[in-house]
């Protein structure tokens, strides 16, 4: 059973583009909602999170848009670089369960000069 | 900085045989986790533990049992290697008290021949 379903699998996107993942999730326990970046050969790092208490988060290029009614959240990348070509991983936890992270499949991006 | 460290980077054992993957975080979390990564999987959570001595068993628990003797420790056993346990294991761990962020280490990458 897959709670946290992401999309695409992969991207594509040039230099100076916008880059947009999606994730679905099904638990509506589910309160706390991170993406984690992970570059080869390393672990993964949080990036930004956002609590269902707000619809928008941004950090600097990055942005998390999030829709409770749809169960739905999002990672943009503005301006992409080179240096985000990476994996990204979107999750999801509840409190009272261990705080333990739900992770969706992931999405490789690349970005090409 | 947290610090999370894993044994070893690569592994490659021999089908039957008893292996054990090591992690050791620095900074005196209370929570560590093992998760395995498979491509298109993403990371799926196998074992837990809250604390010293405390674990629960995660999605995937099947052929895998931990150990977590001292608080900056936490090991993951695979009693009889087989060869669908080949895959890349990460450690991560979290500061109950403080946030929600997991930390990870850099992975060992399981080869079961």
């Known amino acids: 059973q897959q709670q946290v379903k992401q999309s695409p699998q992969s991207l594509i996107v040039q230099k100076g583009g916008i880059s947009i993942i999606n994730c679905a999730y099904e638990n509506t326990a589910f309160d706390y909602f991170p993406w984690y970046q992970q570059f080869p050969g390393k672990g993964p790092a949080l990036l930004i999170a956002i609590r269902p208490d707000v619809s928008e988060k941004k950090e600097g290029r990055f942005t998390i848009s999030f829709n409770k009614s749809a169960k739905q959240f999002s990672l943009h990348i503005m301006d992409s670089q080179p240096g985000d070509s990476a994996t990204y991983f979107c999750a999801a936890s509840r409190r009272g369960g261990g705080n333990k992270l739900t992770f969706g499949t992931g999405t490789q991006l690349k970005v090409e000069l | 900085d947290v610090k999370v460290t894993q044994s070893s980077r690569y592994l490659v054992k021999r089908t039957g045989e008893k292996v054990f993957l090591e992690c050791v975080q620095d900074m005196d979390h209370e929570n560590m986790f093992w998760y395995r990564q498979d491509p298109g999987l993403g990371l799926r959570l196998i074992y837990f533990s809250y604390d010293v001595k405390m674990k629960e068993k995660g999605d995937i628990p099947e052929g895998y049992s931990v150990s977590r003797e001292k608080k900056e420790r936490f090991s993951l056993i695979l009693e009889s290697a087989s060869t669908n346990q080949t895959s890349m294991y990460l450690c991560?761990?979290?500061?109950?008290?403080?946030?929600?962020?997991?930390?990870f280490g850099p992975g060992t990458r399981l080869t079961v021949t």
């Open positions: 991560a761990s979290r500061n109950a008290g403080t946030g929600e962020e997991q930390y």
